[in-house]
């Protein structure tokens, strides 16, 4: 785990690509998006040691995590946003990072610890999102001043007051399952 500053990046060129076919669609969530977007992808870097490679697809997966919500107006939005990733995986022809950049969608609300081997990145990118949702109360050994320096370089602009919102709309709709993304 970090206990360094790590380099903070405003103009990550991949996530910058993505986020220009979003804009639409975001509306006014776009900016607080595309922040809870570099938040979780510098976490990811806090938490594994940067490599080209890694960086890329924690890239893609967090620019893709939560996008259901807005491209299929769904709280419902992991199966969505991970046909959206593939999608995109596809067009750029890297399908060989395909199932766990879905592992990485799919689990990022789970509970507890991801355990498999074959996907080290999913566990990466579970913590790094449980870091940026707890505003750093859960920080998987992230050093302080990193994940203030990280909330500090990428504002929330209010998404998780959005998170808010929609977890009781969603708890009016279906209050027996209201948080349909979560995972044990």
């Not at 979780?40 to 960086?55: E, G, I, K, R």
Request: hydrophobic share 40%.
């Amino acid at each position: 785990m970090a206990n360094n500053m790590i380099e903070i990046k405003n103009n990550i060129a991949t996530i910058e690509r993505i986020f220009n076919q979003w804009n639409g669609i975001l509306g006014g969530d776009y900016l607080a998006y595309k922040n809870h977007v570099y938040r979780v992808y510098h976490f990811c870097l806090a938490l594994n040691p940067p490599q080209s490679t890694d960086n890329m697809i924690f890239a893609i997966a967090a620019s893709f995590h939560d996008i259901g919500i807005w491209a299929n107006k769904t709280f419902d939005y992991l199966q969505p946003s991970t046909e959206l990733a593939g999608a995109h995986l596809k067009d750029i022809s890297k399908t060989e990072w395909l199932r766990e950049v879905e592992l990485m969608i799919y689990y990022h609300h789970k509970i507890t610890t991801y355990n498999n081997s074959k996907y080290p990145l999913v566990e990466v990118f579970r913590r790094a999102d449980w870091i940026d949702v707890s505003k750093g109360k859960r920080s998987f050994g992230v050093a302080k001043n990193d994940i203030n320096a990280i909330i500090n370089a990428f504002p929330n602009h209010g998404f998780h007051q959005k998170l808010v919102r929609l977890t009781f709309t969603e708890f009016k709709k279906r209050p027996f399952k209201p948080l349909p993304m979560m995972k044990w």
